[in-house]
């Protein structure tokens, strides 16, 4: 396989400045909780339904618990209370919750050690759910393959998860190896999660964990009628991150999108907020065995692709060192990068070239995630479908793993079935038709490409030096990726995160946590 001259040092040098920005984050984690950690919490335990203006069960009682002031102790207390005060279930201890008089006088009752016990049996259950359902996906992959890597990714985004069945079938039958539904617009933004199938949704489709189950079943029928595993993805960010990881987790997705900082930047989500939730929803992929995907292919939507490509590598040694604090090992850590340069730049595919080769080098086990140029399209289909072959072409050279394919259609409408079946059609002709080339060249000693690689990898090295001096929370204030600027108070979510207490309790967690 072509290789550039990377010096190791430098690589080094970044990972360990990574791992020192995330070491400051972690102190503020594992002293914090949030409403979305405890509504998962509940979930695990199993906690369902609705009351009947369609709020989730899990809202009301954290929302009450919060008012009361009693969320600094963690849920988990108040649900092991209730089944001590004789809740015959953890349903009912939850409608406790939700309805009852649990909050009235939080200061009585048993305390976090009989609580914990309380709970011992639904603890079990919940880590056995995650458990089976991996191993469920898993033997379905052993007995069903996926294709070679480059996994051709493909969206579907009907708003009618009925509709989206239908269409991520029809994407396996044309050859795709992974299928997204793509979230309802600003679904991120809602600090709930819907309940059951959705049939209405704009951009996109809601991510409920019903959706989750038909989407799985619909992939796992085409996979067994193609005889060949297709990974199912959705997203795991916004206000509900570990939430929708937890749904994620017992419906057996492969994916979820999931990042340190995109919710922060892209979404206005309060950063003290968006840290605790991710390294819970971390937590919980990484007990299901699902690969992640960062977003970092988001800073070259906002800042130049060329000035700025040493954003997305700092980014990516970033994401990492927050993985790795979460349990996640490299095979799930599908860092995230993209092809956004401008093509009319000269050399603008040996630009491209020198970074997916740095990228894959750097992190040669990772799952990497290549997305495809969108950010200057224009609506010229036939230009369009010749930019996407470049990127793919630039994706088998460098042995990406996992890529995205661009749509022709892309700044006209959403994809129809035609067009994502003709650019599957063109991705698969590429892949075949240069499929040993990254093994049959080598970079040029000293050349444009090599020169390009160490210049990114020196200004990723500086920017982690810039940051690991100042602190993330402040490097994200002065804009240091993207281009964004955000407050450490400021952002949707800030209200709904909690100091854990000397004797804050939360069972799931410590498991997750276990060596």
Not at 172 to 183: E, K, L, N, P, Q
Not at 469 to 476: E, P, T, V
Request: net charge negative; glycine share 8%; with cysteine.
């Amino acid at each position: 396989m072509a290789s550039l001259p990377i010096d190791e040092s430098v690589v080094a040098r970044c990972r360990e400045l990574a791992k020192a920005v995330s070491e400051d984050v972690q102190s503020y984690i594992d002293r914090h909780t949030s409403v979305g950690v405890e509504r998962t919490v509940l979930r695990a335990y199993g906690v369902d339904g609705i009351d009947t203006e369609g709020a989730p069960l899990v809202n009301l009682a954290v929302e009450r618990c919060h008012a009361a002031k009693g969320l600094d102790r963690g849920i988990s207390l108040y649900l092991g209370r209730a089944l001590l005060d004789g809740a015959s279930d953890v349903q009912e201890a939850g409608e406790r919750l939700a309805f009852g008089k649990v909050f009235e006088d939080i200061g009585k009752g048993a305390d976090a050690n009989a609580a914990r016990v309380a709970l011992e049996k639904a603890t079990a259950e919940a880590f056995k759910r995650i458990d089976t359902s991996r191993t469920t996906r898993d033997d379905l992959k052993r007995e069903l393959p996926s294709g070679p890597a480059p996994h051709k990714y493909v969206i579907v985004a009907t708003g009618n998860i009925y509709d989206d069945a239908l269409q991520a079938k029809a994407a396996g039958f044309a050859g795709a190896d992974i299928v997204a539904v793509i979230r309802a617009t600003a679904q991120s933004l809602l600090d709930y999660v819907p309940h059951g199938a959705t049939t209405e949704g704009y951009g996109g489709t809601f991510a409920t964990q019903e959706n989750f189950r038909i989407i799985r079943n619909a992939t796992n029928e085409a996979a067994r009628e193609q005889n060949r595993y297709i990974q199912q993805t959705n997203y795991s960010s916004g206000l509900c991150m570990a939430e929708i990881a937890w749904m994620g987790a017992v419906e057996g997705l492969d994916m979820l999108l999931n990042d340190a900082m995109y919710g922060i930047l892209f979404r206005d989500i309060n950063m003290c907020r968006n840290f605790v939730d991710q390294y819970l929803a971390r937590r919980l992929i990484a007990r299901a065995g699902i690969i992640i995907n960062t977003g970092e292919d988001n800073y070259l939507t906002t800042a130049d692709a060329v000035e700025k490509a040493h954003t997305v590598l700092a980014s990516q040694f970033i994401n990492e060192a927050f993985a790795y604090r979460a349990g996640l090992p490299p095979e799930l850590m599908g860092l995230g990068h993209a092809y956004e340069i401008d093509p009319w730049i000269e050399n603008s595919f040996l630009l491209e070239l020198a970074q997916a080769q740095l990228i894959r080098q750097i992190f040669p086990t990772h799952p990497i995630k290549w997305m495809p140029p969108t950010k200057h399209k224009t609506g010229d289909i036939f230009f369009a479908h010749v930019h996407d072959a470049m990127f793919s072409f630039v994706g088998s050279t460098t042995h990406q793993s996992i890529e995205l394919l661009g749509m022709f259609s892309e700044a006209v409408h959403n994809p129809m079935l035609m067009d994502r079946y003709l650019s599957i059609k063109a991705t698969k002709y590429v892949f075949s038709a240069t499929k040993d080339l990254g093994n049959e060249i080598e970079f040029k000693k000293g050349g444009f490409i090599e020169q390009r690689a160490k210049t990114v990898l020196e200004e990723a090295r500086e920017l982690l030096e810039t940051v690991a001096k100042d602190g993330l929370w402040d490097a994200i204030t002065k804009g240091a990726f993207a281009d964004v600027k955000r407050t450490r108070t400021g952002g949707k979510g800030f209200a709904g995160v909690v100091e854990r207490a000397p004797d804050y309790l939360n069972p799931i967690l410590e498991q997750l946590e276990a060596p």
